[in-house]
């Protein structure tokens, strides 16, 4: 098993020679979430495809009704 040491020193050899340090950060940030994100699914579990698009479908109507109304509303308020 790799140290987060070993982890940092291994995505600095990755990075070009004139990263900034936000680069670093950032990479180190996002190989952190992935980590989690890894750990977290083989702890719960995933979901499939086919949930993912129904959830996201619902999710997106809403906000459209959401939209509407606030368009709906501005109009109102502007005459």
């Known amino acids: 098993m790799n140290t987060a ?3 940092v020193r291994s995505l600095l ?6 990263c900034t ?4 950060q950032y990479h ?3 190989a952190e979430k992935v980590r989690r994100g ?5 702890k719960e579990g995933i979901i499939e495809q086919e949930e993912v698009e ?3 479908s619902k999710w997106t109507s809403k906000w459209s ?7 709906i509303l501005s109009q ?4």
Request: aromatic residues 6%; without cysteine; glycine residues 6%.
């Open 38 to 42: 890894i750990e977290r699914a083989e």
């Open 13 to 18: 050899k990755k990075l070009p020679d004139d």
């Open 65 to 71: 009704g959401l939209q509407k109304q606030l368009k």
């Open 76 to 79: 109102s308020q502007n005459t």
């Open 54 to 56: 129904k959830r996201f």
């Open 5 to 7: 040491k070993e982890g």
């Open 21 to 24: 340090l936000e680069d670093i």
């Open 28 to 30: 180190l940030y996002v």
